[in-house]
């Protein structure tokens, strides 16, 4: 099952301030000089503002004034909006919105604000609360990929912010929450190329979003996360070092984590949920993730080093790739339910001895059922004998091969109208894929549609859609580049497997 909902945005034309391509993914200037004015109702920030503006258009903050109240005039249910151009340093945000009033810190329509940190800190940290984070492009600029970084986004003293629809690149981590920082919610966001390798003997460090949790809840909803040197989500605390509760991790796509380390270094997989902390009402539902065939990380595992945590739900995920593609270690209730997976070597890694509180049914492998490729404890079994050996899964079912036709998962994104995410498994490995649109555009709406992995490039299909289906080629396209890096050692993915944007544009 896919969860509705995801990546959507409107990416809106800005008359005289982009032209081409870059009109749907935002385009770059240097200051309030280089753009036309703004007309939406709200405040103002620039890369050529002051902290003597007075928010206006034509004198705009400077970014770090305006995230810290611009000089006492921003109010619960102010929006700031961040013009195009890149903001070099870090920055620090105390605004303090309300339940009924948030703060909202939004990109401009149609213009690329980048915030590039220089390493000296975190490039984003968050304090306040009720603050929403929109459509920012968040980035580390450093070029030593051999020694740790400051991370993207470092979500702090805080409660009950958004980060919603950002980019996120090239950091330490990409999303750091801390556990004292409860009602976050992560949607939405695209998270790559980010960590560093460790020396002779180390591994690759640094996550897409690192997440924990003492009190209230976090949401990790439909973000995208690929190429990074460590994990994708990484839900996971030092002994003593924070909580693992009520974490719901939901939709999210997950691809190749762990594909920047060097080969034999990772360690890394698309998704860890636990750690030295014992994890307590955790949700995994809904989830996509890949591995190329080349890789061989680890895909998801549940648990952690013989911990044993409290209660997890997960259901509805599609793992591909990887070995092994899962790995359930020791918890007090689980539930797996409905899950597909698919591999070509070990499918499943059961380490717990006790089953009791264990529900596991309705999960579909695609593997030889004939094949050792099913562990419990140290003993790896045919399906069958594993079924017998720990007594679960009697619903489940296994076949030889992959899916014959293409999986296709479309996310209309909650906040932005005109906005979607496409998730595309071409099993058939077709040049191209019809994707039904019609929840993310209406009739008569010019789209564009770009993949994740190029999303300042040339759009893959574009058009007025008519309604019903459109083609999405599948053509292969190269992984970016780390910053710091000649080229990208990821693999590339199409025409196998692909994520992409789709957007409405001028409107």
Known sequence: ???????????????????????????????????????????????????AGDGSTSR???????????????????????????YAGTFTSTLTG???????????PGERATLAGDGSSNTLKIDGAWTYFWGLEVQVSTPDRTNPRMDAVYVRYTANVKLINLLVHDGGTGIYTEP???????????????????????????????????????????????????????????????????????????????????????????MQIGGEEPVNNSTVLSNMTYYAP????????????????????????????????LTVEDW???????????GVDQVVILTDSNLAGKTWSSNQYYQDPLAAAWRYLSTDYTFSGWQGATGLSGTDVAGAGTPLVARVAVQPNVYEAGR?????????????????????????????????????????ASGTYGGGSIGIPMTPISPPTPVGLASSPAPITGPAFDVFIVTRVGS
């Open 1 to 51: 099952m896919f969860l509705g909902g995801g990546l959507r945005g409107r990416l809106w034309w800005t008359r005289g301030a982009c032209a081409g391509v870059l009109a749907a993914v935002g385009c770059q200037s240097g200051g309030p000089a280089g753009l036309p004015p703004g007309s939406r109702v709200g405040y103002y920030a620039a890369p050529g503002g002051t902290d």
């Open 60 to 86: 705009p903050w400077d970014l770090a004034t305006a995230l810290a109240g611009g000089n006492g005039m921003v109010r619960p249910g102010d929006t700031i909006w961040v013009r195009g151009g890149t």
């Open 98 to 108: 309300t339940a009924a009033a948030p703060i909202v810190v939004r990109r401009y």
């Open 180 to 270: 004292g920082a409860p009602g976050v919610e992560i949607y939405g966001c695209v998270v790559y190329n980010n960590g560093w390798q460790g020396g002779a003997g180390d591994r690759g460090h640094g996550h897409a979003i690192y997440v924990k949790n003492d009190a209230g809840t976090k949401l990790v909803r439909e973000n995208v996360l690929f190429n990074q040197y460590g994990f994708g989500v990484h839900e996971y605390s030092d002994l003593g070092d924070g909580g693992l509760n009520n974490v719901r991790v939901e939709g999210n796509v997950s691809f190749d984590n762990g594909s920047l380390a060097l080969p034999g270094t990772s360690g890394a997989g698309n």
């Open 294 to 325: 080349s890789m061989s990380e680890l895909n998801v595992r549940f648990g952690y080093g013989g911990v044993r945590g409290g209660s997890l739900a997960a259901g509805g995920n599609y793992i591909v790739g990887g070995n092994p593609v």
């Open 332 to 342: 007090t209730a689980a539930v797996v339910t409905g899950d597909t997976l698919i």
């Open 420 to 460: 979607g995410t496409v998730i595309v498994y071409n099993w058939g490995v077709q040049p191209s894929v019809p994707v039904d649109l019609s929840g993310v555009l209406q009739a008569g709406d010019h789209y564009e549609v770009r993949s994740v992995q190029a999303l300042f490039g040339a759009a893959v």
